[in-house]
């Protein structure tokens, strides 16, 4: 069996039990450190990363959701739960158990970590219930909590966090590994990060901005909004609205139900909605608007509104709609295919080819860009 060496521990038990001030206080040399456990069954977890000579575990236990003093507190310590921190081979060791699963008091303690740690350390942390926080750290990091909201700052590793139910915060991270964020239930807050980036809720809304990387944003039936980000931006809704504002690089725009609205899009844009409407504006690149609606091709999505500032390549639209209004620029050269139960045009200069009341089939001056239109009932092409 592999003997485990401990190294030396300095515990200052303090005076006053009450969250405000550390029941205990334990300090490590940090060059001693590469890894971390940390696990508390009802209470918060704080991991900051730096630089110092010493690593420092601070326990603050209070009673849970009810006023207790210090001789309760430390009554109720002794007699059902074990406080373990220590480091063995190099891994920091700050776990709270039951000591007996199967005897536990009606209404526990709330017993919480704040860990100051070297940048570097990887790691697990886990709460029942408690929020976690890490900020300043650039190891491989994946933590749990059942209900509490999660909270990342200035961060630049792998990062790979899941909560029950709790809100997720975002900020001021620049990571070279993928930061993947899950939630239950909670909304998403992000801002200000860069890298490759998966947040992700069941039921919340997710706002994200000035973000920059591979950056996926997802909501099974909550909104997804996005603005000053550059990328591979993903933003996808079971139900609820997508909303999209200057933003450059690939970005994918869908909900399964809601309103897509975009602005000041710089790229290749890809859009759907299954029954909501869509509307975006000043596009420049490409474009393409696909079928959402799952394969029920009686069901007519709703309408589609686009302005495009410039065409690159193409625009296709082909998404079932009941009417399609698109600008294009005029005075520049498109190959045109449009269907529809009714096409109607307007500043349309130069054409060369077939045109009727359902039908605009040809080229636009020179030719150039593919302009592509059907699964529609009306659509209503401007050139400006």
Do not use: W
């Not at 976690?132 to 961060?155: H, P, Q």
């Not at 915060?169 to 909304?187: F, P, Q």
């Amino acid at each position: 069996m592999k003997k485990l060496f401990l190294i030396s521990v300095s515990v200052l038990l303090s005076a006053v039990l009450y969250a405000s001030e550390p029941f205990a206080t334990y300090s490590f040399p940090s060059a001693s450190i590469t890894e971390l456990e940390a696990n508390t069954i009802v209470g918060n977890i704080t991991l900051t990363g730096n630089a110092d000579e010493n690593t420092i575990v601070e326990v603050f236990v209070s009673g849970n959701n009810q006023r207790m003093d210090d001789s309760s507190i430390k009554e109720m310590l002794d007699e059902y739960y074990t406080i373990e921190v220590r480091v063995a081979n190099g891994k920091l060791y700050a776990v709270i158990k039951h000591k007996n699963e199967r005897r536990q008091p009606r209404r526990g303690l709330n017993i919480s970590f704040i860990i100051s740690v070297p940048s570097h350390v990887s790691g697990t942390m886990n709460s029942a219930s408690g929020s976690i926080r890490i900020s300043d750290t650039s190891g491989n990091l994946r933590f749990n909590t059942g209900s509490g909201s999660l909270t990342i700052d200035r961060i630049s590793g792998r990062i790979s966090g899941n909560t029950g139910s709790g809100g997720i915060h975002l900020a001021n991270s620049n990571s070279t590994e993928n930061v993947s964020l899950n939630t239950g239930s909670g909304s998403i807050q992000a801002n200000n990060s860069t890298g490759n980036v998966s947040l992700n809720t069941g039921s919340g809304s997710v706002r994200a901005n000035d973000l920059g990387g591979n950056i996926s944003l997802n909501s099974g039936s909550g909104s997804v909004q996005a603005s000053n980000c550059t990328g591979n931006v993903s933003l996808n809704t079971g139900s609820g609205s997508v909303r999209a504002s200057s933003i450059e690089g690939e970005i994918s725009l869908n909900s399964g139900s809601g309103n897509v609205t975009a602005d000041n899009i710089n790229g290749t844009l890809k859009a759907g909605s299954g029954s909501g409407n869509i509307v975006l504006k000043d596009i420049s690149g490409n474009l393409s608007i696909v079928d959402n609606s799952r394969g029920n091709n009686n069901r007519r999505s709703g309408n589609i509104e686009v302005s495009m500032k410039l065409v690159a390549e193409y625009v296709i639209i082909s998404n079932n709609s009941r009417n399609v209004d698109l600008t294009l620029p005029a005075d520049k050269g498109y190959n045109l295919n449009v269907t529809a139960e009714n096409v109607n045009t307007s500043g349309m200069r130069g054409f060369r080819g077939e045109m009727d009341s359902s039908t605009l089939n040809g080229t636009l001056g020179t030719g150039a860009a593919k302009i592509e239109i059907n699964k529609t009932q009306r659509v209503n092409l401007s050139f400006e």
